[in-house]
């Protein structure tokens, strides 16, 4: 059976099954063999972004020129009648009538599904606050298919604040589709919310929890860091004794396996060392160029193009 | 000796009674209905004796009948309770509540950065779920949990 994402929003990992998901990923491997298609041919997409952002944003249009279309929209809401008062729903709907496609990002938890449901036209979630932000799942599952050759049966282990990243959220929820195990790394006050715990029991999977990151390098396939933020502690001393536990070093990756590879959504501060940069394992600006390739195969699945 | 059973307050004529709320949440349901706004004769009582649940409230409406989105609200913070219509002191309906699959416009999102609590007049929508056998509402929009505990009627 042939698989069609044609004016299907993308708002949460959630709202596409595995196989859409995996639909996604060829068409993405296909652009990145091939990125120069002008399948959109002056369409017009509308970027809307309420709140700035660099990578995200960057790709989005990269994707669009790639493919030929024209891209609409703003960068931050200063100079536009969203200051002076103007609902979601009204922005939504007048720039729905401008353009083939919506990509929005919003600080607002929610804006996303809320604009899908008053636009005539398919919007695709550039991040909505602190809750979904499923573009980035979609290139974070590209780079481990890439990299690993398969989704299945892979050992991944997650580090950081699994606690508030929503990266790390959707990744738990989209990978416990193809057996993954899960290895949880983080502080005791930053752990993985039992809600989200919850999609690795619903899929009868394995889990296991640490606090030190080291023991668990060596089974690992992929070890996806994420930033710890001073900023989460109440205790500022709290953050002074963990903080060097879950920054990664060159030396630590001596006894990872040979297909092992260093995932980070990015901006990174610290959190993986510059001597990790050089090693091939290293991913992490690799993963960001993939972003690219899976925005590509989004907008052309949506479009109804591929 | 013939044990004397009488009514602890008169039967209605016409309305509603609503029986077996938990004896802690008969003010609650009296707030939620909006009974401390009509004009009609309204009786309540609390701890009362019930061989079900040990204690339990109830309330007795007179003049009144309630649609379907007003039992919803019950059912949240009464799901034991049961709605009795009475018209000329017959009972012509008998129904328990049930916790309805989804809710909407009826409770506000706890997330004060969901968009149905930062764009005006957008209706709320949740999913009922229970996890480790707590109530748990998950908003539509922002995707947060709303507990029980946390639970503020529109």
Do not use: W
Request: overall charge neutral; some cysteine.
């Amino acid at each position: 059976m042939s698989i069609s994402l044609k004016n299907r929003s993308l708002i949460s990992i959630s709202d596409y099954s595995p196989e859409e998901i995996c639909h996604v990923l060829d068409i993405a491997e296909d652009f990145e063999k091939n990125p120069h298609q002008n399948l959109l041919n002056g369409r017009i997409i509308a970027s809307l972004f309420f709140e700035p952002s660099t990578r995200t944003r960057l790709s989005f249009e990269t994707a669009i020129q790639l493919l030929g279309g024209n891209v609409i929209g703003f960068s931050s809401t200063s100079g536009t009648s969203i200051q002076k008062g103007e609902s979601l729903a009204d922005t939504i709907t007048m720039v729905a009538s401008y353009a083939d496609l919506i990509v929005m990002r919003n600080p607002i938890d929610g804006s996303a599904r809320f604009a899908s449901e008053v636009s005539k036209v398919p919007i695709i979630n550039a991040g909505d606050g602190s809750n979904q932000h499923p573009t980035q799942c979609m290139l974070d599952l590209y780079s481990i298919r890439k990299t690993q050759g398969t989704l299945e049966n892979l050992e991944i282990t997650l580090v950081g604040d699994l606690k508030y990243g929503r990266t790390v959220h959707s990744l738990v929820e989209a990978m416990s589709h193809f057996n993954a195990k899960f290895n949880l790394v983080s502080p005791v006050e930053l752990k993985l919310p039992r809600t989200v715990k919850q999609h690795i029991k619903d899929a009868h999977l394995e889990y296991e929890q640490f606090t030190e990151l080291e023991e668990v390098i060596p089974h690992s396939d992929i070890i996806y860091m994420t930033r710890v933020q001073r900023e989460r502690f109440p205790d500022p001393l709290e953050y002074e004794k963990v903080k060097n536990s879950y920054v990664l070093r060159n030396a630590m990756l001596a006894n990872a396996k040979p297909n092992c590879r260093i995932l980070h959504p990015l901006p990174r501060v610290n959190e993986i060392h510059v001597d990790v940069d050089a090693n091939p394992k290293a991913y992490y600006f690799q993963q960001a160029q993939n972003g690219v390739y899976a925005r590509q195969a989004l907008i052309a699945a949506i479009l109804g193009l591929k | 000796m013939e044990k004397r059973k009488e009514l602890i307050v008169s039967a209605i004529e016409n309305g509603t009674v609503i029986d077996h709320i938990p004896a802690d949440k008969v003010f609650q349901v009296v707030k939620i209905l909006g009974l401390d706004k009509v004009n009609t004769p309204v009786y309540f009582g609390t701890n009362v004796e019930s061989k079900k649940y040990g204690t339990k409230g109830f309330v007795k409406v007179s003049d009144k009948y309630f649609d379907p989105e007003d039992v919803n609200k019950i059912a949240l913070v009464a799901p034991t309770a049961s709605i009795i219509e009475i018209k000329d002191f017959e009972v012509i309906r008998k129904q328990t509540v049930t916790i309805p699959e989804r809710i909407e416009h009826i409770v506000k999102c706890f997330n004060p950065n969901c968009v149905t609590n930062k764009e005006h007049d957008i209706p709320t929508k949740f999913r009922v779920k229970y996890v480790d056998g707590k109530l748990r509402l998950v908003c539509h929009y922002c995707e947060k949990y709303t507990s029980e505990e946390n639970i503020e009627f529109i």
